[in-house]
């Protein structure tokens, strides 16, 4: 198989760990290893994958020789006289090293997140703390490495590297972890100061903020003041010597926001809205914001209008979902007029939720209102499943026979070929109003109605449907 599909790297690495673990031949294994990366000298996986082996070899290696009561091994990277060359090279992680150095060789730009993989991997040993400073040593060292915003990346986050352990013993000794980790934040932080004005570049400045972010992120209630302070004061240094991207500019703002400093957020909408007016995120930002504020309603549809004017239909959901609730809720003399606007554009996920909550606002006024919204949207397009559900269950809940029957026969026109379960609730009201003399009918329109690979589920679904009558029981 391996010569056949030699080009995916899963099935090398597959093969060698079968070898590594069912067989227990090392030898093997590192030779499946050599020859995918001959296949596929780019696959970074591979390369990773091999360094773990050689890592786990050194592991059952040392493991048998405790079992055995053999201690001359002390993971110092030093030989000793009774360990054979092979073994001492495997056992100070000599070919692990090996396998990181060509792996540097090969891809060159790339290495510094690769090398970042790699010490991840190792860390994950405890014999592996020499191993892991050289690598470091290797990338600090490194001229060309050194101008890498990457390779920086990874040498700062280095203060961290035992971050998990400490949270585990302070976890286990019911300790709070957040000062040490405090500690160890300040020492990366500065490292990444000090990156930034040896490398003051636009992709340092953002890998920084990328870096705050997922501190950020982590969310704890002693250091979350302090990290945001820091983020904050990076965004507006990025913002100072180069032009700030919307991605990066909504982040900043849902992050301000956050932090209720909420004249900040108006000030930056209001400074990007204009470079940035087809973003949906800033407008939808910008309109939350007023809504929250309790602007007057004259702003508020001000902004929303203009948004819409500004924006792709089809990316302004999340825009007319804030105008509908904020109508709604606070029971606008607008509300009618923005759900029957909403109701009457041709981007389907925005006219059913308008559509239904037109049906929702209409029912708590009066029938009449229900029936006339209805009656005037039931024929419009695009058609949607969800407004004839949701006036069926409107009218169910008045016990209006009729009227339900009809929205039913409505919704089958134009879901009867795709929708079994329509077919199928459509009977069990039919039982339910004790109308079963219609139900042998709509079985026999069903199988005409419904597309040809539907058919065997929905006569599944008939037969407990039956089933369940003949119990006495609804099938829904």
Excluded at 383 to 392: A, D, M, N, R, T
Aim: aromatic share 12%.
């Amino acid at each position: 198989m391996l010569q056949t599909h030699n080009k995916k790297p899963n099935l090398w690495i597959l093969a060698a760990k079968f070898e590594f673990e069912t067989n227990e031949s090392i030898d093997t294994a590192r030779n499946l290893f050599q020859r995918a990366i001959r296949f596929i000298p780019n696959n970074k996986k591979l390369w990773i994958e091999y360094f773990k082996m050689e890592l786990l070899c050194v592991e059952v290696i040392m493991k048998r020789k405790e079992l055995l009561g053999i201690k001359e091994f002390e993971s110092n990277d030093e030989p000793h006289e009774s360990i054979s060359k092979v073994e001492d090279a495997i056992l100070s992680c000599k070919i692990a090293e090996i396998i990181f150095e060509n792996s540097i060789k090969e891809f060159k730009n790339e290495a510094p997140e690769l090398i970042n993989s790699f010490i991840l991997v190792a860390n994950d040993f405890n014999f592996t703390k020499n191993l892991i400073d050289r690598m470091y040593k290797r990338l600090s060292e490194d001229e060309e490495l050194g101008k890498l915003a990457t390779s920086r990346d990874v040498l700062a986050r280095r203060h961290l590297l035992e971050e998990t352990e400490i949270l585990k013993k302070c976890e286990k000794n019911g300790q709070i972890a957040d000062f040490t980790i405090a500690e160890l934040e300040e020492k990366a932080n500065s490292a990444f100061l000090e990156s930034i004005a040896f490398l003051d570049t636009q992709e340092m400045h953002l890998i920084y903020i990328n870096f705050l972010i997922e501190r950020l992120n982590l969310n704890s209630q002693y250091l979350n003041d302090e990290r945001f302070e820091r983020l904050n004061d990076a965004f507006y240094k990025l913002e100072s010597k180069f032009k700030i991207s919307v991605d990066y500019l909504v982040k900043w703002i849902r992050y301000l926001i956050t932090f209720k400093k909420i004249d900040e957020a108006f000030e930056k909408i209001e400074k990007y809205l204009d470079e940035f007016k087809s973003n949906k995120d800033l407008w939808t930002l910008y309109l939350e914001l007023n809504i929250n504020k309790n602007a007057q309603e004259d702003k508020i549809l001000q902004v929303f209008y203009k948004s819409i004017d500004n924006i792709k239909q089809n990316e302004a959901l999340e825009l007319w979902e804030t105008i509908f609730e904020w109508s709604l809720d606070s029971q606008s003399q607008n509300a009618e007029k923005l759900l029957q606007l909403g109701s009457s554009l041709m981007v389907k996920e925005i006219s059913t939720i308008a559509r239904t909550k037109y049906l929702e606002w209409a029912e708590k006024i009066n029938d009449f209102k229900l029936k006339e919204v209805y009656s005037n949207l039931r024929q419009i397009p695009p058609y949607s499943y969800e407004f004839f559900l949701k006036y069926i269950e409107l009218e169910k809940s008045r016990l209006h026979e009729k009227d339900v029957e009809f929205a039913y026969e409505d919704a089958l026109k134009h879901f009867g070929n795709e929708t079994i379960d329509l077919w199928i609730q459509y009977m069990c009201f039919k039982q339910k109003i004790k109308k079963t003399q219609d139900i042998a009918g709509l079985y026999w329109r069903a199988m005409k109605q419904l597309d040809s690979d539907l058919i065997e589920e929905f006569s599944h679904k008939f037969c407990l449907f039956k089933l369940n009558s003949t119990d006495g029981h609804t099938f829904e």
